[in-house]
């Protein structure tokens, strides 16, 4: 990676992108600043930050989506920012109301695809009873951007927001199948979705199906986040990273469906770095973790799972690292190795 100028690595999710936060942004701001009200900030770099206000914790999430193709199986650039930044407030345990949206597009660009990208935006907020209180619309010259950004604030509500701290004993469950989106759009922009007809993005909010769930366990929910850029492996690294704890995982255990799996295969592409986009990853209480999976699948998460297990290892070499059981019962360190793909989401 070149010294002194941004690569696109930068932008995948993994370690590179929270470390690239770290020294231009945490490191900059007083720790006194980094949180407002006795909420939660920079010094947790979680799904979203808070202000406490009469007891409660007013959650905020930001995400700016820059997918291409625009138009994908399964969705579009304004059905994933709003899905994207509805399920950051699922995974911090709020009750998502309201939703600001940064609308920036490049001149010439068809108002009758700006008029379908913002309707299927719409459409989710609608059928998730969130507000669109507001926004901003900006046109850039011609061939001085490529097509179309939106950026998406969504603001929510929770009593006990989930902020991610595990423990010895967690189960690791996964709610559905896992690399539809990324695969999706790989293919898209390989010209392979003729020959793979069955791919199709994921992109849905959880609001329904695993707010509930997080919101009845909150007091035993350790961890929760999406696994979009960087996959299942950063975000699994990035809870165990900087404890003595090791996160054990079983690949027979994931939930991803035959065609996905030998699209990837094919490709040389580990699974486990590829992103989801209507997904949730919970670090659960082992005295409730066959029952949250139940609940989870007779609310619709009918793939949900339990992948593995948060450990204390009698090796110190195993300390702050994944550990997967492969499909032929060896182990292996899972390192955080995202897809290194460009405009994913």
Known sequence: ???????????????????IVEKLVVRKVPPLLRKALN????????????????????????????????????????????????????????DPVAFMDGIIVEEGFPIDDLEKIV??????????????????????PKNSLDGIIISGTGIGIAEKPIVDRISPGDKIIVTNN???HGATILAAQLGMLGENVSLRSDSRPLVKTVLPIIKKYADYVDAARDPTRGGL????????????YTIMIDKRNIPIRDEVREFLDALGIDPLGVASEGVAVLAVKQEVAEEVVEMLRRNGEENAKIIGEVIQPEDKILEGRVVAITEVGGKTIVQPNPLNLPRIC
């Open 1 to 19: 990676m070149s010294k002194g100028i941004i690569s696109i690595i930068h932008g995948s999710g993994g370690f590179e992108t929270l470390d």
């Open 39 to 94: 909420g939660i900030g920079l010094d947790m770099l979680d799904d979203g930050s808070s202000i406490v206000l009469d007891n409660s914790h007013v959650v905020v999430s930001t995400d700016n989506f820059t997918v291409k193709p625009l138009f994908f199986p399964g969705g579009d650039i304004g059905h994933l920012a709003a899905s994207g930044v509805l399920n950051d407030l699922v995974m911090m345990g709020a």
């Open 119 to 140: 309707s299927s935006m719409i459409k989710v907020l609608r059928e998730n009873n969130v507000a669109l209180i507001g926004g901003d619309f900006k046109v850039m």
């Open 178 to 180: 896992i690399a539809e």
């Open 233 to 244: 492996s950063v975000i699994l690294n990035e809870w165990v990273r900087s404890t003595p």
